[in-house]
């Protein structure tokens, strides 16, 4: 082989597989897709912890796609009325829902659901996880979990707790507290995170298990008391604050927990796409950052692993409902 052929050559395979490169990186994009803006369900209202994460996410992917990515809140019904909403939207990639755990768990509260999360959503990525907190108003006289135990048990039924509404995260986690220390307490449902917060606060409701991010705040001005954590861990942002297990509390151990999901039919290089798009951001500075701001944990679960996680998330919380008889008011 002469020198010029030689060079010839290697213009040509340097070409090609530049090409190749080209063509590769480009197929991770579905053709045309997206061509405009997305919608992101959150079905829940507006201001809670559902809302702080998937604005996040939306802003974040925004950027990323380079298309808008815009959030809608359709709160009700637990949840169900935008989850409804979402499984009956054309399976195009341009509409997505933020799940939060909660849904998941209702599958197990609800006799009939209008859809279902195994059946009707299409797994696309995880998000984020989340301890609740047990807090009190400042006017209760306790200050440690014992102390509350010992007061619930003086006073069967006497004691009342607050949720965001009826098979929430918040009921929940207060049913499995019920079950495992063997109190009794009222459970006084809200419309959303807000006014459960603001009863709370006021005394018109005991206590309740919250989400760090909407009580943090109070917390920090001494109007609520922090008594222990959901998590298995401490959470940087109150240090001070023993998990549940610590507290004496056995076997406690409960987050909640967001992903994203599309309706089922979506194409699957759309559903790839957009799963590593939000890999990508879970795994940046700033995300972790506002993440554990909110004293949480990113979910890094891809497209495939969160259909597996969502079915065994299924079997825990039907075990888990089942044994506690929590019911829906």
Not at 39 to 44: A, N, Q
Request: glycine share 10%; proline share 6%; hydrophobic share 45%.
């Amino acid at each position: 082989m002469n020198k010029n052929t030689w060079i010839r050559r290697s213009i040509f395979w340097s070409t090609f597989t530049l090409i190749s490169l080209i063509s590769f990186g480009l197929a991770a994009q579905p053709a045309g897709y997206p061509n405009k803006p997305i919608k992101l369900i959150i079905p829940f209202p507006p201001g809670g912890p559902a809302d702080g994460i998937g604005r996040s996410m939306a802003a974040a992917l925004s950027s990323s796609i380079r298309q808008t990515v815009f959030v809608e809140n359709k709160g009700g019904a637990g949840g169900a009325i935008g989850a409804e909403m979402v499984a009956q939207s054309p399976a195009d990639g341009y509409t997505l829902m933020l799940l939060p755990s909660a849904l998941v768990a209702n599958a197990s509260l609800y006799s009939k659901l209008p859809f279902s999360v195994t059946r009707d959503f299409a797994s696309v990525s995880g998000l984020a996880q989340f301890p609740l907190i047990l807090v009190t108003n400042s006017s209760i006289p306790v200050k440690s979990v014992q102390e509350l135990i010992n007061l619930a048990k003086s006073k069967p039924g006497q004691l009342n707790f607050a949720s965001a509404g009826s098979g929430g995260g918040a009921h929940l986690a207060a049913e499995e507290f019920k079950y495992l220390t063997g109190v009794s307490m009222a459970h006084i449902p809200y419309k959303g995170t807000g006014p459960a917060v603001t009863d709370t606060l006021g005394g018109q409701v005991n206590l309740m298990f919250a989400s760090v991010e909407s009580v943090i705040e109070f917390i920090n001005a001494g109007k609520l008391r922090p008594l222990a954590v959901t998590s298995a861990k401490r959470i940087s942002v109150l240090p001070e604050v023993p998990t549940m297990i610590e507290a004496g509390v056995k076997g406690y151990e409960m987050e909640s927990w967001f992903a994203v999901v599309a309706p089922v039919g979506v194409p699957r290089d759309i559903i790839e796409y957009l799963s590593k798009e939000l890999g990508l951001i879970l795994r940046s500075p700033d995300f972790i950052a506002k993440v554990k701001a909110q004293g949480g944990e990113v979910l890094q679960l891809n497209a495939s692993q969160l259909t597996d996680f969502t079915k065994t998330e299924t079997i825990r919380w039907e075990k888990m409902i089942k044994a506690t008889g929590a019911k829906l008011d």
